[in-house]
């Protein structure tokens, strides 16, 4: 089993108390805590290595391009992708979603055309494909789900024809934490010729991840969500994809040469990183990668299971909750509701008694508006979080609810 006090001595920011109580930091879907090792890494590139990337002939500009270009491999080998070509940096998972609709999207999809999302997308994987399919005459259709929160699987037959032209589904549900079959999906999809972009935004710290095994087109992530910083993200695409695929942003690094008759563009992955991206950000992302990477994924998995699983007991013995999302395959993600209290009350009260929890609706609105409600509280579970912090938002809550009452 993992030594998980031995790793929350690797993350300064729980170490806090908020509201003269200790932290205990549920909110992991919306953005994970950083260990020190990522802090320092950062503080370390200001100190001692600032300088641009790639275009320097001096020491520290070739320091820094061997550092960031080091993370482009560690990030491959994390994903298992063919080369480093295949791996663009981006400012997260929106930026990256973006990319592809504003490339790949508009040189492929037209009028008529049809994209699949499913009911439990990020407003992220749904609005960039609603700007493209809205200026292309193109198509949304969605695969719709059981009351568990699981695809109605059965349907993809139907939903995926000749006219389909690109599907793009999330890995892991931000909201209730369902794992989906995504191989299922991407043989049906490729079976008649679609593309397939998955967000991987909140399976990347769950689950072992190898986009060449999947056979996806493009797949992305935030390193926010993988112990890193804010403002870094990650695109994988099929080289031949993104070869193929005009450039998003014009100006620096993007280019091999430039005149007023005519530009030259870069290869990849440099296409499209254009301008000064966020380098420390990168450089610390490499450090995420090492920590995640030190651990054993099925231990990794073995101690949320049974995070998840200990506050799904302890939540059903509440009188007046209710749990969004039972599917049988499930990350470390619960969404409740309390009866006849709003989440933000239950949120806020969790809060004074220092327990970080999320209220509202996720960025998911379609998929509460499938339950007919405004939004949920949800906990997210790390790796860093113990059976004992558990028990102690089980308490919170149980006193929150009497104070609403």
């Not at 549900?173 to 967000?199: F, M, Q, R, Y």
């Not at 399976?203 to 870094?232: E, I, N, R």
């Not at 610390?284 to 101690?303: K, N």
């Not at 220092?354 to 996720?362: I, N």
């Amino acid at each position: 089993m993992l030594d998980v006090h031995a790793i929350r001595s690797l993350f300064p920011i729980l170490q806090q108390q908020v509201h003269g109580r200790p932290l205990v930091y549920l909110d992991n879907a919306a953005t994970t805590q950083k260990p020190i090792a990522v802090i320092e890494r950062i503080d370390a590139y200001y100190r001692t290595t600032n300088a641009n990337i790639h275009r320097g002939a001096h020491h520290l500009a070739n320091i820094s391009t061997e550092h960031f270009e080091q993370t482009r491999e560690k990030t491959r080998a994390f994903l298992n992708a063919r080369e480093t070509a295949e791996i663009i940096f981006t400012s997260g998972t929106t930026d990256s979603i973006n990319l592809v609709a504003q490339t790949w999207g508009r040189q492929n999809i037209g009028a008529g055309d049809e994209i699949l999302l499913s009911m439990l997308e990020h407003h992220s994987n749904i609005v960039p494909w609603q700007m493209l399919a809205e200026e292309k005459g193109a198509v949304i259709r969605v695969i719709p789900i059981h009351d568990n929160g699981t695809w109605q699987v059965e349907s993809l037959d139907t939903l995926i024809n000749e006219r389909t032209k690109l599907v793009a589904v999330n890995h892991v549900s931000n909201a209730l934490g369902t794992i989906n079959p995504i191989e299922t999906l991407i043989a049906k999809a490729h079976a008649t010729g679609a593309k397939v972009l998955i967000d991987g935004a909140q399976s990347v710290t769950h689950m072992p991840v190898d986009v060449h095994a999947l056979d996806c087109d493009f797949y992305c992530f935030s390193a926010h969500k993988l112990y890193g910083p804010t403002g870094v993200g990650v695109l994988y695409g099929k080289r031949e994809l993104l070869d193929a695929m005009p450039p998003w942003r014009g100006g620096g690094e993007m280019i091999k040469s430039v005149s007023f008759e005519k530009t030259t563009y870069n290869e990849l992955p440099h296409k499209f990183e254009a301008g000064t991206p966020h380098i420390a950000g990168v450089i610390a992302l490499g450090i995420a990668i090492d920590f995640v990477q030190s651990l054993s994924w099925s231990e990794v998995t073995a101690h949320k299971q049974q995070l998840l699983d200990h506050a799904t007991a302890l939540l059903l013995e509440i009188d007046g909750v209710r749990i969004f999302g039972t599917a049988p395959h499930k990350a470390g993600v619960v969404s409740f509701n309390v009866a006849s209290h709003h989440p933000f009350d239950i949120g806020t009260l969790l809060d004074q008694q220092g327990v970080a929890v999320r209220t509202g609706h996720h960025c998911t609105e379609p998929l509460w508006n499938f339950y007919g409600v405004p939004g949920t509280v949800r906990a997210s579970f790390a790796v860093y979080n113990t059976l004992e912090e558990i028990e102690s938002f089980i308490t919170a809550l149980k006193k929150a609810i009497h104070l609403l009452s």
